[in-house]
Structures are given as structure tokens and as C-alpha cells.
């Protein structure tokens, strides 16, 4: 076969799909590799004990846009992103390390509001910066981090554990970090056309403050340790909850049924949708970033944590056969479709 | 202050100078972070075992050239060089999560080709590799890789462990791939203004070699071990030998005295330095991408090593005061000076 004459658009397979293609013939060798690609992050065995590791890039112009970005703000997302995953797995984030590729457009003092970001959130999460590598792009800014946590041997969650009859879980609220983006793409664009005209955020300091300045939850890692509740499985939200419930449902083998009026929002969050003529359900179905945590938990723990207020029930998990679906709030029965990744494009 | 006023260029302060002021004021929370920025890797200490971590960025146009870097090549030596780093600290690299930034100009049969490259180096080091995000890049490719590697507790190697009367030794030898590189650009060039010229590399397997697909001295991590040598100091050679030794200098508070007649040359690279009408000598001080090992060792491991063929011993340490000193064939006296990265921008 010659390559040179095939050609395959990295499009026509998708985010999950090229990752799969890619991804297809993946050997390990080493007998410390507990978990590899495929989940929220990668597990190994560190003689006994164990260590999870994420990494992720973001690109300018595609994950983020340094108009309405404050660049502190981006440091900080940028490891509270990666620190996500490492909670994802039920972990607890200890180190990052952090790759950087700036055009000549970077002062260094544009750089050192970035690293005021990155500080701040290792300072808040408890993290140490312990390495990486700075570099010339030939455009624009290019980040990409590496985070490390530790977890007791084998109390690691993935997205495979969910069974039949277990309760589907949200920790905080949804669809606010879409909607804040969606007021500064509108704000950006008025701007653009009329520079005259002051940006209107006023009152909008939550769903912009979701988008701009997410956070971890490890509160609910902590959380859930303290109450002794072990997650049948668990992911971050950054796609949308309705790709990350079809990616527990896939990778569990099992099916769901979750109920519209559990989806928890803010006051603001629905505000904003309305002003918008959105559905908010929508924004938490198929908006991305908001960066809490789903996860299932076995119908025995119902009882610690149904007090608790950072934390919604949003459904069970079903046997495969019975399929996925979302029951709405007038009681009609749709199937919950992908629309994460692909959904805003 | 006003930040917004003041701008200062990122080419001011140097890559290391850049890396220093940014870094200035990290600090260490976590107990287990035992070596943090400023050396090859990073160390963490895992229960009592120790992790090493190290983080490489290659982007399309600044690190490489896909007009002359065959993907499957590019795939193999972006692995190459982040392993380089952690065989640097004297540790065996186990695992690596990749980070990819592709535009649509590249097709699922590219990137299956930078895969398979990726894939030999990790079944050829016996490394897996276990996680990492696929993004979209507005232009070119942008790799991003993160290598993990395990260590007896404190026997890391360090930059910064050379001490006065320490012997300076170099793995393989220098130059070629500076060589390689000169040679593909030339052909490049030749190439874009005379498209019916076929490339002229006959005979120039070796430095072309060295450029394309470097590999990783594990193999002299091993010996090393076997011997019982514990280098004092060791990094690899990324960027120059000169700007190398200073680095060692510098973190180990020496001076140096280097031979010039005692640098290590593949009959090919001196070939093609004369071709060139380049000093071979010029090409190992300031040229990079050699990915050698350089370390320094005690004199009385001297005898282990002096009929090993893979290591040169180029020169020996001195007290800090004596300062740093290339001795030329003819014996005369040079002060070393860096030249590695800035040199042939």
C-alpha cells in the first residue's frame, strides 16, 4: 500500500475516534503500568504504592482567546484543568510540570502574569511546579501540562466501574461556563464592530468567573474520603455531561436514565440562558469546562450524601439493554445523544 | 507600577535567563519533591522510592523540518529526547504521556507514521506509553512529551555534584548532527530553487543519522551501573558541548579544563566539517542535538572506564577560581564560552 495516496481527515474519526485509531496498537511493557490510556488519567505502580498522571495541551485561538482572557486567569485554568483529571481518578494532585511555547508577541511581563496564575493555583491546590520547557512558537502561545498525584494502591476510580442500579452523581452546577462564554464571544464581537461601546458584564460575574476561572474539586475527593464513599466510577465534566455519561455508559457497559429537573444550576446560570433564548439544560448537556465531577456511588451510600448540598443525584445507572435516556421535565423520554465535543464547532 | 507600560523582550533575557526569572520564586510545598526546576528532570520521591520527570516541546518550524524529517523519524526522536533526559539523571525512563497539537493539514496516515515511529522508540527503550491529549493546532505540529522514569533512592545524578579534580567524560561523539543538519538545509535549499536536482547524501548516513533519529544513552546508564560508577555530575548534550559544561560549571560551582584533541569525532562528521569548510571542534562546542551523555567522575574510577570505547575522558574539573579553559590542539589556552543556543540562531 502506498501512504502517500490515502488520505484520512483526522475530522471524519473525531476527538474519541482518532484517539482509538492512534491508540489501537499500544503495548505495555512495564509491569507498573496499572491504568494507561483511556481514562482521566494514567495509573502506575510506584513499588507499591501508586501515582496517577495527566497531561494536557491548550492551543491559543482554539482553547482559549487572550481578548477577553485575562492571562493570569489562563495560567491558573491551565493547571486547574490538568489538576481535574488527577481528582477525576480520585487522586490527589502533588506536582505539575509545565511546557510552554510563546511567539515573539510575549513580554516577559505578559509571561509573568501567566506564571502569577500558575503559582496561585499551585499555591492554592498544594502543588509544586517541578519542571518543563520553554520554547519559540512560531504563533501564538502553546501550553501544555503534565500532572502527577498519588492515591492509596488500587483506590484509583475509573470511568469502567459503574454497574447497574448506581446512582449517577454531580458535584456543584452546570452549563455555567458555557454561557460565560458565549456573553464574552458576544461582547468580543460587539467590541469588535463598535469599540465605543463598554463590555456589559455586569451581574455576570459567576457564568464569566465559571468560564475563566474553573476550579478542581478535590473538596469532593476529600469529601467523599472523609464520608468513606468510594466512587463506582467517576470522570470530569469538561466536554458536557451528556458525552461524559456516555463515556461511563460505554466504558462500563452500562445503560442510565437521568432526570432534567436533577441537572443542577445556578440562579445566574439560568438567568443567562434565558437572556440568551437557550435551553440551560442544553448549556449542562452539551457546553463544556465547567470541570465538576461525575460519578457513580452504589445505592447503599445514598444516605451519607444525600445532605449534602455540593452534591446532586441526577440518576441511576441501568442494565445495558435498557438503553440511555434523559426524562425531561414534562416526563417525556429522550435518548441522551453525544454532543460534547462536537456540538459547538 | 503600571505592568501594561513596561515590555520587555523575551530575546533580552535568553532562554535560561528566561527560565531563572520565571522560576524565581516557585516554591516546594510537597515533602516528596526532592529535585524540582533546573536540572534534566525532576525527582519525587514515591514512598521512598524515587520517580524522575521531564518534559520536552518540539514545534513544527523551530525544532523541526517536515520538508526533511520523515514523521515516522520525528514520532521516534521526540521520545528519544525526553528518555536523553531522564537517562541524564542517571535513571531508567518507564513511561511517557504525549501531548499533540495537529492543524488538518495532516492526514490519519501522517499521523499513524508519527505513531509508528513513537511506538518503536517505546518498544525499543522498553518504555510505555500511557496517556495524553490530541488537539487541534491553528498551524504545524506541535509535540509535547512527558517521560517518567524510576531511580534508587538518591542515586540521581545531578548537574550540580562536579567537584575540582573530577575527570570530564563524553559518551559517543560530537558533532554530527550539526553536521546533518547543515547538510539537509543545504539540500533544502537546493532543492527549492532547482526541484529537478535530486538530494546528494550519498556517504552521509551518519550525520544525518545523528540528527534524524538520535538515540538515548541508556545503554551507558547501564554500563555505568554495572561498573559501579557513580558519575558526580552528568546531563545530556541538547544543545552544545560548551554551553553544556558551563551548565556543570555553574550548578557545581568549577572550574574546567577541556582538550580539544580529546573530543570524540565520527570519521564521517570530520569529513563533512571540511566539506563544509567547518572546524569539527566548532561543531561539537556549539553545535547540538548530539544527545551524548556528559558527566563527570571521581579519578579513581578512572581505570573502570579508560578501555571502554563509548566514553572519552575530555578533561578534568578545577577549583572555581581557575576558571574555564578550552585547550586547543596546538596548546593554546581559549576561555570556554557558551555558544549553544543563541549560536547558529
Known amino acids: 500500500m502506498n501512504m502517500s495516496e490515502e488520505r484520512t481527515e483526522v475530522a471524519s474519526l473525531g476527538e474519541f475516534g482518532l484517539i482509538d485509531h492512534l491508540t489501537r496498537n499500544n503495548e505495555t511493557r512495564q509491569a507498573s503500568t496499572i491504568l494507561s490510556i483511556g481514562d482521566d488519567a494514567a495509573v502506575i505502580d510506584q513499588f507499591g504504592k501508586q ?12 482553547h482559549f482567546d487572550l481578548m477577553y482572557t485575562p492571562l493570569k486567569h489562563l495560567g491558573y485554568k491551565s493547571v486547574v484543568v490538568n489538576l481535574s483529571d488527577i481528582c ?23 509571561l509573568d502574569e501567566f506564571y502569577e496564575g500558575v503559582y496561585a493555583a499551585c499555591n492554592f491546590y498544594n502543588v509544586d511546579l517541578i519542571g518543563g520547557d520553554t520554547v519559540s512558537s512560531q504563533r501564538g502561545l ?12 488500587d483506590k484509583f476510580v475509573t470511568r469502567s466501574g459503574a454497574k447497574s442500579k448506581d446512582l449517577l452523581c454531580v458535584s456543584g452546577d452546570l452549563g455555567g461556563a458555557y454561557l460565560g462564554l458565549q456573553l464574552l464571544e458576544r461582547e468580543k464581537k460587539i467590541f469588535l464592530e463598535h469599540p465605543e461601546i463598554k463590555p456589559d458584564l455586569e451581574g455576570r460575574a459567576y457564568v464569566t468567573g465559571r468560564l475563566l476561572k474553573p476550579e478542581a474539586r478535590i473538596d469532593i475527593v476529600e469529601w467523599l474520603a472523609e464520608n468513606d464513599i468510594v466512587p463506582t466510577s467517576m470522570m470530569d465534566i469538561s466536554d458536557g455531561l451528556s458525552s461524559e455519561i456516555l463515556h461511563i455508559c460505554k ?22 440562558a434565558y437572556k440568551f433564548d437557550t435551553d440551560p439544560t442544553a448549556c449542562a448537556l452539551s457546553g463544556g469546562e465547567d470541570y465538576e465531577l461525575l460519578f457513580t456511588i452504589k445505592q447503599d451510600d445514598y444516605d451519607k450524601l444525600r445532605m449534602q448540598e455540593k452534591i446532586s443525584v441526577i440518576g441511576y445507572m441501568t442494565e445495558p439493554a435498557e438503553g440511555k435516556y434523559l426524562i425531561t421535565r414534562k416526563g417525556n423520554k429522550h435518548e441522551l445523544t453525544a454532543q460534547g465535543w462536537t456540538a459547538f464547532q
Open 51 to 62: 501515582t496517577v498522571i495527566s497531561s494536557d495541551m491548550l492551543i491559543e485561538g482554539v
Open 142 to 153: 502553546i501550553i501544555s501540562i503534565t500532572a502527577i498525584g498519588e492515591i492509596t494502591p
Open 88 to 110: 477525576a481518578m480520585n487522586a490527589t494532585p502533588t506536582h505539575i510540570t509545565l511546557n510552554l511555547g510563546i511567539s515573539n508577541r510575549f513580554s516577559v511581563e505578559a
Open 251 to 272: 466504558q462500563s457497559n452500562v445503560g442510565c436514565v437521568l432526570y432534567e429537573d436533577k441537572i443542577p444550576f445556578h440562579d445566574e446560570t439560568k438567568e443567562v
